[in-house]
């Protein structure tokens, strides 16, 4: 998908910037959604594994909460 740069991190607390600054946050779990979030492209890491096995960037899934 073209990333220049990927961050990981346990704890939005830890992230090097506003979560709305990055193009997209995966979340592991339906459980790590906050609402510090909202603002942003959150997508589930199963979106990330269809979009790897895809080989393209599928459309964008709604987050079911």
């Known amino acids: 998908m073209g990333a220049r ?3 990981a991190v346990t704890e939005l607390k830890f992230a090097s910037d ?3 600054t990055f193009d ?3 979340i592991k779990d339906v459980d ?3 609402q510090e979030l909202e603002d942003c492209t959150t997508v ?3 979106w990330v ?3 790897l096995i895809a080989g393209r960037r599928l459309p964008l899934p709604e987050l079911l909460l």
């Open 18 to 20: 506003q979560p709305s």
């Open 32 to 34: 790590h959604y906050v």
């Open 49 to 51: 594994k269809d979009c």
């Open 44 to 46: 589930h890491l199963a």
């Open 5 to 7: 740069r990927v961050e």
């Open 24 to 26: 997209y946050v995966v």
